[in-house]
């Protein structure tokens, strides 16, 4: 059975860091694109990042702040988090699929997500 566990979210204060991890289970994901969406309250899940074989795609409004990478032995995808901000406060959740884009409709398997709050 495949899953994909997310951990490493929490309460940070604006300008910090955290490093999300999301860790595959029940086959290997080495070769397929990995994405992190997020969904803040009353709001629309949204795409964030996304990593292929070799290359990464950012979200405007993270672009320059966070940064996805993967550990293939460790069937691992992270999401550092630098220069955090309130807007920033969703919860975050991981996800595999067969193309790497921005739609969620490319990715068939999902985390259960791990919130990230961050307090001005």
């Known amino acids: 059975q495949v899953q994909l566990v997310e951990s490493g979210g929490g309460l940070v204060q604006a300008g910090g860091s955290l490093r999300l991890s999301c860790l595959a289970s029940g086959r290997s994901f080495s070769s397929y694109p990995m994405g992190w969406f997020r969904q803040a309250p009353g709001k629309v899940r949204e795409f964030v990042s996304a990593i292929g074989r070799d290359s990464q795609y950012y979200a405007d409004s993270v672009t320059g702040r966070f940064t996805i990478s993967r550990d293939s032995a460790k069937n691992t995808v992270y999401l550092q988090m630098n220069s955090l901000k309130p807007e920033d406060t969703a919860v975050y959740y991981c996800?595999?699929?067969?193309?790497?884009?921005?739609?969620?409709?490319?990715?068939?398997?999902w985390g259960q997500g791990t919130q990230v709050t961050v307090s001005s």
């Open positions: 996800a595999a699929g067969n193309r790497l884009s921005e739609e969620e409709k490319a990715y068939n398997y």
